[in-house]
């Protein structure tokens, strides 16, 4: 059974930084592509980041490039996001997402707040 489980997000002062984690189960990360998409209140879901299976290419959105880093532990079988210089717009609930060939799978999400 598929699993996605994030967690780390929290409040943090602009400027501040945030790691998120993505718990997989049921599949091993290491052999998957994987996403993070973030849902702000009254807006669709967007793609945020990127890594391929081998873990060699990522991909960003405008957004987060050169302030986020996609990365996992395979021996964890866990996903992160390093998010740096957060801003009041970086505020929403943080998907992670793997597609896998039985199928598109979602974590519940954790929010992040980007408050002073």
């Known amino acids: 059974q598929v699993q996605l489980v994030e967690s780390g997000g929290g409040l943090v002062q602009p400027g501040g930084s945030l790691r998120l984690s993505c718990a997989a189960s049921?599949?091993?990360?290491s052999d998957w592509s994987m996403r993070w998409y973030r849902q702000a209140p009254g807006t669709e879901r967007e793609?945020?980041?990127?890594?391929?299976?081998?873990?060699?290419?990522?991909h960003y959105a405008s957004s987060a490039k050169d302030r986020f880093t996609i990365s996992r532990d395979n021996a964890k079988n866990t996903l992160f996001l390093q998010m740096n210089k957060l801003k009041s717009e970086d505020a929403a609930v943080y998907y992670c997402?793997?597609?896998?060939?039985?199928?598109?799978?979602w974590g519940k999400g954790t929010l992040v707040t980007v408050s002073s």
């Open positions: 049921g599949f091993n990360v």
């Open positions: 997402n793997a597609l896998l060939r039985s199928g598109n799978y």
């Open positions: 793609f945020i980041a990127f890594i391929s299976s081998s873990g060699g290419t990522t």
